[in-house]
């Protein structure tokens, strides 16, 4: 994170073209979402686990459409907080925009921790309870806050590796389940079709909370407009690459669920913590790979927190170089040239997650934080699909850009916001995890207002959005 720039000062280097940018946009959404969650998605509707990736695959494309529309528009990083700044021009919403992307970069790392802590265990056949899996998953997230703190080199270098090796795993996942379908194992087809919910809740309700919980594994395609500054013509290019790689990714997503609830039953499905491992167990019993896999997963969600939790640290320092939260954010490590204060604030709110659900929903821990992530996200992306259709009335915008259909940011805008309310079937425990760390902000917002009353700085909020991701 910077001063705002001059016209003297070195621009970003336009050095990604169509395929690095696919790559970067595929790994972003590969993750953590299906490697953990496809139990618990099962959980909800029963066999037909693919329907809530497909829906959740249908809104993040309409949504990605609005986003496609802005980042042609403002090919500039930042991406909602600078949609938000631009559209509505309040200090206070950028800021909670930009607070709550941070929020949900947090969640989904704790989300990952505790997924490499279950297939820790399993992997090593440990036996360690609860509370052993939460102190494995506190020593991951110590771990990753020291690579943070070494520097974004190594943190970048160590992603290449860990986004092959996440990609790697689930392609091991659809080629033994093909085996096993080729084979003639115990395969169940009928389970595809089978809607089962849990309790009295009607069948449109069970669909809308596994979505609600689905959606998190199609997050990470907006993490990709703060590229653009990056990119080799970014009006041309990005519209085709991101929903090329989102494509992708739902291809993917349906076909790991289909494989999945076929050969494992949804009652195994459900109560399991390590939901892919038991489909390759299943696919190839006997063979090496059974026994791999939870290391192969273990590295693949380490992707999606060390992802997450960079941005998370480089957003906070970011906001108090904007003035916006408490200057201690911003200071700089003198030899290492990293955000440390950020990167333990950071690390620390990830602890406090990792510690409330293990106290309180264990069972249920990945798919409440998992939720949680899914939760900010669509409050984020009510906003963009809403500022897509503000900003139509800015006709200073420079140059060709990409124009959705009207229709589509509309229904982006209803689709989301109607996930984020309790009429999703969304549990109670993500609104108060949610609200914590929204209350959090808001206070941190408040005392910084009265800092800077103090030290005479006028016009606190975020002037310059698109710098807020600027790493140190």
């Known amino acids: 994170m910077s001063e705002p720039k001059t016209n003297d000062e070195p621009q970003l280097r336009r050095v990604m073209g169509p395929g690095l940018l696919l790559l970067f946009i595929v790994g972003d959404i590969l993750g953590t979402g299906v490697y953990a969650l496809t139990g618990q998605v099962a959980g909800e509707v029963g066999g ?34 600078l949609y938000a700044h631009k559209a509505f021009g309040i200090h206070f919403v950028t800021f909670l925009v930009a607070f709550v992307v941070m929020c949900s970069g947090i969640t989904s790392a704790s989300t990952a921790s505790q997924a490499f802590a279950a297939n820790f265990v399993k992997g090593f056949g440990l036996d360690w309870g609860k509370f052993g899996i939460a102190a494995i998953a506190l020593a991951f997230m110590a771990i990753l806050a020291t690579i943070n ?13 860990l986004t092959i090796v996440e990609i790697t795993g689930l392609g091991v996942v659809i080629l033994v389940g093909l085996w096993a379908f080729t084979q003639g194992g115990d395969v169940d087809f009928s389970r595809v079709t089978v809607f089962e919910s849990e309790g009295d809740r009607s069948t449109f309700v069970a669909v809308t909370a596994a979505t609600s919980l689905a959606f998190f594994a199609m997050v990470g395609f907006e993490d990709s407009v703060n590229m653009a500054e990056e990119t080799k013509d970014p009006v041309r290019i990005f519209p085709k690459v991101l929903l090329t790689g989102l494509g992708i990714a739902g291809v993917v997503y349906v076909l790991v669920s289909i494989i999945a609830v076929a050969l494992v039953p949804i009652g195994d499905l459900k109560e399991s913590s390590t939901p892919l491992v038991d489909v390759v167990e299943a696919a190839a019993p006997g063979l090496p790979i059974d026994t791999l896999f939870p290391f192969i997963t273990m590295f693949a969600v380490s ?80 906003i963009v699909n809403i500022a897509v259709l503000v900003l139509r009335r800015d006709v200073k915008a420079d140059g060709a850009h990409f124009r959705t259909p009207t229709v589509l940011p509309v229904i982006g805008a209803l689709a989301s916001a109607y996930l984020v ?52």
């Open 48 to 81: 037909a686990a693919w329907l809530p990736f497909l829906i959740a695959f249908l809104i993040a494309t309409v949504t990605a459409f609005s986003y496609l529309e802005l980042v042609t528009k403002y090919p500039q990083a930042a991406g909602a907080a």
């Open 149 to 161: 703190f070494r520097g974004v080199s190594e943190s970048v270098k160590l992603n290449v590796v």
């Open 303 to 382: 992707n999606t927190a060390l992802i997450n939790m960079l941005m998370a640290s480089r957003l906070i320092y970011g906001m108090a170089r904007q003035h916006v939260l408490p200057p201690v954010f911003g200071q700089v490590h003198r030899t290492r040239h990293t955000p440390y204060v950020a990167i333990a604030f950071t690390t620390v709110i990830a602890f406090g997650l990792i510690f409330y659900v293990s106290a309180f929903a264990s069972s249920k821990a990945i798919s409440i934080l998992g939720g949680t992530t899914s939760l900010l996200l669509l409050a984020v992306f009510t």
């Open 421 to 472: 309310t309790p009429l999703s079937g969304r549990p109670t425990q993500q609104y108060v995890l949610a609200g914590l760390l929204v209350v959090t902000g808001v206070v941190l917002y408040g005392v910084t207002t009265l800092i800077n009353r103090q030290l005479g700085i006028r016009g606190e909020g975020i002037t310059d959005p698109s710098h807020l991701e600027d790493a140190p």
